[in-house]
């Protein structure tokens, strides 16, 4: 069974840069198109990013493109996502998700099979 755990979450700034990391285990990551979703309070969860399974392809939520960016390194079964640029309405939990299935729709949460704990990331004005 696959599981995730993420972590790098904290309170920044507005302006400032965050990197958080999902890191698996109990499965190789190499064989998930792994995504980036986050929940803010009171708000459904959305699509961030994802990464296919070589790392070569990346996709992006419109509003976010150009100020985060998702990779990965497979040796080290890891996720990255990387934020620059915050601003308030950034925050949100910020979750993994594996997506073993060539079917379903990256953007979909529903079309993933294993989801981390979440980390929080709070920007302040």
């Known amino acids: 069974q696959l599981q995730l755990v993420e972590s790098g979450g904290g309170l920044v700034q507005a302006g400032a840069s965050l990197s958080v990391s999902c890191a698996a285990s109990?499965?190789?990551?190499?064989?998930?198109?792994m995504g980036w979703f986050r929940q803010a309070p009171g708000k459904e969860r959305e699509f961030v990013a994802a990464i296919g399974r070589s790392g070569t392809s990346t996709w992006y939520a419109d509003s976010l493109k150009g100020r985060f960016t998702v990779s990965r390194d497979n040796d080290k079964n890891t996720v990255y996502l990387r934020m620059n640029s915050l601003k308030p309405e950034d925050t949100a939990v910020y979750y993994c998700?594996?997506?073993?299935?060539?079917?379903?729709?990256?953007?979909?949460?529903?079309?993933?099979?294993?989801w981390g704990q979440g980390t929080q990331v709070t920007v302040s004005s």
């Open positions: 109990g499965r190789t990551l190499s064989s998930y198109l």
């Open positions: 998700a594996a997506k073993l299935a060539s079917t379903g729709y990256y953007r979909y949460g529903s079309s993933y099979d294993h």
